[in-house]
């Protein structure tokens, strides 16, 4: 497979959890296909600034996915959109089934299953670019009762993520800090609702390091 002609019709394919669904539409409606997540503001910005350069976003993120949940569909819903770049959020739930002990949670697969889904990536699509986003988590809600453990989880995956991102030449977008440094603004539930959804200040706060990030990277040189 080959990308996409330079500077023309580049495909930019979001990937993730409950974050990046953002409730999007699973029909072909323009007006509700990337949802309401971090990636419908991204695509709405980029879209708008480059519309000569005929832009096309996917949205596939799955709320409840894990890493696992991810490579599982990478065919149908990553390789088979043969996209220019791929960006994944993802974590959370990972965390959340094995801090919760529950049955689909007793091996944390997230390093391994991680690494699969980079390494296909890098051998199917060789001219694919990939942004890694770091999964983040704020002290609020049910998380609190618990929140060392969530801590040092969450910093664990962050961590893999980081290593990953530099083993695969990818674009690396750090969020914890700048939810932490948010949540000194305002309350983290202002932020993440529950300790990890975003709400709409949120999911902007995202877009805005994601952008800051990625054009910063010149990987939007389009």
Same mark, same amino acid.
């Given at each position: 497979?080959?990308?996409?002609?330079?500077?023309?019709?580049?495909?930019?394919?979001?990937?993730?959890?409950?974050?990046?669904?953002?409730?999007?539409?699973?029909?072909?409606?323009?007006?509700?296909?990337?949802?309401? @997540? +971090?990636?419908?503001?991204?695509?709405?910005?980029?879209?708008?600034?480059?519309?000569?350069?005929?832009?096309?976003? +996917?949205?596939?993120?799955?709320?409840?996915?894990?890493i696992?949940?991810?490579?599982?569909?990478?065919?149908e819903?990553?390789?088979?959109?043969?996209?220019?770049?791929i960006s994944?959020?993802?974590?959370?739930?990972d965390?959340?089934?094995?801090?919760?002990g529950?049955? @689909?949670? #007793?091996?944390?697969?997230?390093?391994?299953? +991680?690494?699969?889904?980079?390494?296909?990536?890098?051998?199917?699509?060789?001219?694919?670019?990939?942004?890694?986003?770091?999964?983040?988590?704020?002290?609020?809600?049910?998380?609190?009762?618990?929140?060392?453990?969530?801590?040092?989880?969450?910093?664990?995956y962050?961590?893999? #993520?980081?290593?990953?991102?530099?083993?695969?030449?990818?674009?690396?977008?750090?969020?914890?800090?700048?939810?932490?440094?948010?949540?000194?603004?305002?309350?983290?539930? +202002?932020?993440?609702?529950?300790?990890?959804?975003?709400?709409?200040a949120?999911?902007?706060?995202?877009?805005?390091?994601?952008?800051?990030?990625v054009?910063?990277?010149?990987?939007?040189n389009?």
């Amino acid at each position: 497979m080959t990308a996409s002609t330079p500077n023309q019709n580049k495909v930019i394919l979001f990937q993730g959890d409950s974050i990046t669904d953002g409730n999007r539409g699973r029909s072909d409606d323009p007006n509700h296909i990337l949802g309401h @997540s +971090y990636a419908y503001i991204i695509g709405g910005k980029l879209g708008n600034e480059y519309a000569e350069k005929g832009l096309r976003f +996917y949205n596939r993120g799955i709320s409840g996915d894990r890493i696992s949940d991810l490579y599982a569909r990478w065919n149908e819903d990553a390789i088979s959109l043969n996209p220019d770049i791929i960006s994944i959020m993802i974590g959370v739930n990972d965390a959340w089934r094995t801090m919760k002990g529950e049955p @689909s949670g #007793v091996t944390d697969r997230f390093e391994r299953a +991680y690494r699969h889904v980079l390494e296909e990536t890098s051998e199917v699509l060789p001219h694919t670019k990939l942004i890694l986003c770091e999964p983040f988590i704020l002290k609020t809600g049910e998380l609190a009762q618990q929140w060392e453990a969530w801590d040092e989880r969450i910093k664990h995956y962050q961590a893999v #993520v980081r290593q990953l991102a530099e083993q695969f030449h990818a674009v690396h977008v750090p969020l914890q800090e700048a939810f932490n440094e948010a949540a000194q603004r305002a309350d983290a539930s +202002y932020w993440l609702w529950d300790g990890v959804h975003p709400t709409a200040a949120g999911h902007d706060l995202i877009a805005k390091q994601w952008l800051h990030i990625v054009e910063k990277s010149g990987l939007l040189n389009i």
